[in-house]
Nanobody
Framework: QVQLVESGGGLVQPGGSLGLSCAAS????????MGWYRQAPGKQRELVAV???????NYADSVKGRFTISRDNAKNTVYLQMNSLKPEDTAVYYCNAVGRSGPVDFGSWGQGTQVTVSS
């Protein structure tokens, strides 16, 4: 079992910044990739950003240049720094991790954290 615990999020005005973090714990042999997804009301969950164990990153076009994903492999923690936030960034943000737990692959999700961008 691998658990993901998210922190951060909240209410911010347009143009503001927020940071999210997500720590993985449990029976972890290795984590291949960690990422952030978001789901706005009435919409499907979508990828925001992902980072591999080697540091390669991929971002949704809508957040490129504004969001930065980073990772501390020693702490099994992933971060998302969100700048120049827009109302359309309002969503529940979910952390995701995929890797190996003992002899088996795992894919885990965090519980989600609300980000609201509003004046």
């Amino acid at each position: 079992q691998v658990q993901l615990v998210e922190s951060g999020g909240g209410l911010v005005q347009p143009g503001g910044s927020l940071g999210l973090s997500c720590a993985a714990s449990g029976s972890i042999f290795s984590i291949n990739a960690m990422g952030w997804y978001r789901q706005a009301p009435g919409k499907q969950r979508e990828l925001v950003a992902v980072i591999t164990s080697g540091g390669s990153t991929n971002y949704a076009d809508s957040v490129k240049g504004r969001f930065t994903i980073s990772r501390d492999n020693a702490k099994n923690t992933v971060y998302l720094q969100m700048n120049s936030l827009k109302p359309e960034d309002t969503a529940v943000y979910y952390c995701n991790a995929v890797g190996r737990s003992g002899p088996v692959d795992f894919g885990s999700w965090g519980q989600g954290t609300q980000v609201t961008v509003s004046s």
